[in-house]
């Protein structure tokens, strides 16, 4: 079976500079699309990837990053909307790449469609409440 | 006139008012015509819920032993600066107002993470702020500094008004430049990447009367989840402009004043708002409840979005220049599709006003009327009307030359 799912990878500043990715792709046979990089200097790395192949490549490989000392987050933690804020107003339809947010045609409410996320970030200063937040 | 207002408010009392909601209304009309509809219905209520920018408030916080004359020295809240030009121990915050230290658009776009509208938004939440100030000192009012947390429930007086608020009516915002724009009607992307509208079109409370026929000074209303009143017309009010065969301007119109207690309005609906790039300002919740006094009223109350148009303005460089020219009309029912179409381009389209926050408005305002809690009031008198000589005018510049 071939999953794919979206991952957030924080290396610790000791890993920084290993070519940890290549060693997952190469030995666990499996693709990878980078939604975002960044690294601090003397901090850690922060890595978004979607991770895709064979179910037992996919648990071996998330095996391996573990034991190298990388913290593996699922994407869909990382941004949230503080419901209590949010107006349901809509200014973050068009601005997210991904169409994440949807109006929904009963309701009216906007809703946040976690999967879509790619974590870009767009909508944090984009919704004039501030309801969206980055948790990384 | 099939009722007076008089009337309305004894059915109110006995819980025999008949209330629709703006959307409600719609249906009904359909099913049951006109006239057989406003024979049923008493009162049509409406709700929008939108950042609205010309809002404040003003606190009378108790005087200080010593005294100390805030009038004419400094005071911030929050480090948001007030107006003191008012007297000793009354202020007044604005919803645009920025800590000094803010570093606005030095940095393009800024953040604006905190203002006015946000001090107004913990106010009302009962958090306490930190008030500073610092005065000249007089004779009868000594005291010259004055650091203190103060509250909502030990002030005197909390009161929020809003001098323009609940647009008939507004542009929607397209960039046809090539960069991006970062405006109060939010981010606009370049080359008609998106446009963004702000009403919530069938349930806003001046589509709903477009004549401005029960809607006047002294009208009681929803205002931030409390009650409110309308003081005045709002400024930039402009009846006359262009209307449709259902009497609905097709270009921005009315505008109202508004007042009322803050101690009984509530967080939910009064939002501290930050627009990058732009600035902050507060979103307001206004629900205007509309009297079915004849068939005529309740026509109007029965408008649809697709009955309603709006100017597609260009922000990149017809509006900043004050240039009147517009792009195309659209009407709300193609906007709240999810797309309009301009120059032959399909563009998105995104609202800044809540629409399901005015429903839930319009419902609020709706339970209030059937439990007998709120009653209607005469205007006191009425805002200019269509056809009227009032206009609005463009800022005539007379250079100062030095003599």
């Given at each position: ?136 | ?75 911030c ?53 930190r008030l500073v100030a610092n ?10 500094k004055l650091e203190t947390w ?254």
């Open positions: 079976m071939i999953v794919s799912k979206k991952i957030v990878l924080h290396f610790p500043s000791r890993l920084v500079d290993q070519p940890i990715i290549y060693r997952l792709i190469k030995e666990y046979d499996l693709s990878f699309n980078i939604l975002k990089a960044s690294v601090i200097p003397d901090e850690e790395g922060l890595l978004v990837l979607e991770l895709s192949g064979e179910q037992s490549n996919y648990d071996r490989g998330i095996k391996y990053l573990t034991k190298t000392g990388v913290k593996i987050q699922s994407l869909s933690q990382n941004v949230l909307r503080n419901e209590s804020r949010c107006t349901h107003c809509g200014a973050c339809i068009t601005i997210c790449p991904t169409n994440a947010f949807e109006l929904d045609k009963i309701s009216r409410q906007v809703i946040f469609i976690n999967e879509k996320c790619i974590a870009c970030g767009l909508c944090i200063k984009a919704c004039p409440p501030r309801a969206m937040e980055l948790h990384f | 006139m099939l009722r007076t207002i008089k009337e309305i408010n004894e059915k109110i009392k006995l819980g025999k008012a008949v209330i629709a909601t703006a959307e409600e209304i719609i249906d009904i009309v359909k099913k049951k015509g006109i006239p057989q509809a406003a024979k049923k219905v008493d009162i049509v209520t409406t709700g929008t819920f939108s950042p609205m920018c010309s809002s404040g408030a003003y606190f009378n916080i108790g005087h200080t032993k010593p005294r100390i004359k805030l009038g004419g020295g400094r005071v809240i929050n480090d948001v600066p007030a107006y003191t030009g008012l007297a000793a121990s009354d202020i007044f915050i604005g919803a645009n107002a920025l800590p000094d230290d803010d570093p606005r658009n030095r940095l393009h776009p800024g953040e604006f993470n905190y203002g006015g509208g946000h001090v107004i938004e913990e106010i009302v939440a009962g958090k306490d702020v005065a000249y000192g007089t004779d009868c009012y000594p005291r010259k103060l509250n909502i429930n030990d002030i005197n007086q909390a009161v929020l008004f809003n001098p323009r608020n609940a647009y008939q009516n507004y542009n929607v915002a397209v960039n046809l430049s090539d960069k991006t724009l970062y405006t109060y009607m939010g981010i606009l992307k370049p080359k008609l990447g998106n446009a963004n509208f702000s009403t919530a079109g069938q349930m806003s409370p001046l589509f709903n009367d477009p004549y401005y026929k029960t809607i006047g000074i002294g009208t009681r209303l929803f205002l931030g989840g409390g009650i409110g009143y309308i003081a005045w017309w709002g400024t930039q009010h402009n009846p006359n402009v262009p209307r449709n065969d259902f009497g609905v301007p097709s270009r921005p119109a009315a505008t109202l004043a508004f007042i009322g207690d803050l101690k009984q309005m509530n967080q939910k609906w009064l939002v501290g708002t930050s627009m990058i790039g732009y600035g902050v300002t507060l979103t307001v919740g206004i629900g205007i409840p509309i009297p079915i006094l004849s068939d005529e009223i309740l026509k109007f109350t029965s408008i649809t979005d697709a009955d309603i148009t709006a100017p597609v303005v260009d922000y990149s460089k017809a509006y900043p220049q004050c240039n009147p020219d517009i792009l195309a009309e659209v009407n709300y029912a193609q906007l709240k599709s999810g797309n309009i179409s301009i120059e032959g381009k399909k563009i998105p389209t995104a609202s800044l006003s809540s629409y399901a926050g005015a429903v839930s408005i319009a419902n609020s305002l709706k339970q209030w009327l059937q439990d007998g809690k709120f009653l209607l009031s005469e205007p006191v008198a009425p805002i200019p009307q269509s056809g009227s000589d009032y206009h609005l005018k463009p800022l005539t510049e007379r250079p100062i030359r030095l003599q």
